[in-house]
């Protein structure tokens, strides 16, 4: 079967680095079909790189490459990785953007051998000259363990996930999609655990909701379960985040009513 590569990165459109990251990778091999995520991931910002990762790649095939580069520490001593999750293969750097695909088993390999990558190795865009090349050649058969070592301490952000304070449950906004909706850090999953069916007031800004909505169309604001499965707020034919004043890191609080 032909390979799978996908890219996501912070790289935009007006460069040529995603293209010339797909130059390399067709180089080494022209028979993969390569599928761009985005690459409009803020600048930099890899914890909302992870979020898009875990959202994501679940919908694509078994034995599916996945190539992301959100590395604003590129040059130093961060190392590259290769992660296996189930049946999947991630490529890019250990700075904290898989975080969210440790949550259960999983195994992650050093990028270790020169034959894996370019030959001149830069010191601003290993997106070209280390993860690109990996990628290619996972795609080509090679298994993780032949690139390098087996690492137990790949990096993870410990305040990705939301906190209980008190009696309440505290989280955040984590980014903006397209249409300015809020999507924050709260899984429905950790809501239904919080909540156990008794009523709830979500705030958020100057907002306070006490039902979940089911579509954007409901309210002038609303309050839903996105299609991601995370806590989101929206305004109807408008920018949330700019309606309200937004920013990533705005709180989100969860308190709980009586028991019913």
Partial sequence: MMKIITLLTDFGLK??????????????????????????????????????????????????????????????????????????????????????????GYEAYMIEGPEFMRREISSTFHGRDIFAPAAAHLSTGFHPSAFGGVIHDAVRFADIFPLIEGDRLAG?????????????????????????????????NDLSFTTIHKSYYEGDYTCLIGSSGYLEFGYYKGSFAQEKGLRKGDPVYISPGPEG
């Fill in 172 to 204: 955040e906004v984590v980014r903006f999609d397209r249409f300015g909706n809020a999507i924050t850090n709260i899984h429905t999953d950790t809501f239904e655990r919080f909540i156990q069916g008794r009523s709830f007031t979500i705030s958020i």
């Fill in 15 to 104: 460069d040529p680095y995603t293209a010339i990251m797909k130059g390399v990778i067709l180089s080494i091999n022209p028979n993969v079909t390569i599928v761009d995520i985005t690459h409009e991931v803020d600048p930099q910002d890899i914890r909302g790189g992870a979020f898009i990762v875990e959202e994501y790649y679940r919908y694509f095939p078994d034995d599916t490459i996945h190539l992301c580069v959100v590395d604003p520490t590129v040059g130093s001593a961060r190392r590259p990785i290769i992660v296996v999750k189930g049946n999947h293969l991630f490529v890019g750097p250990d700075n904290g953007i898989f975080t969210l695909l440790y949550k259960s």
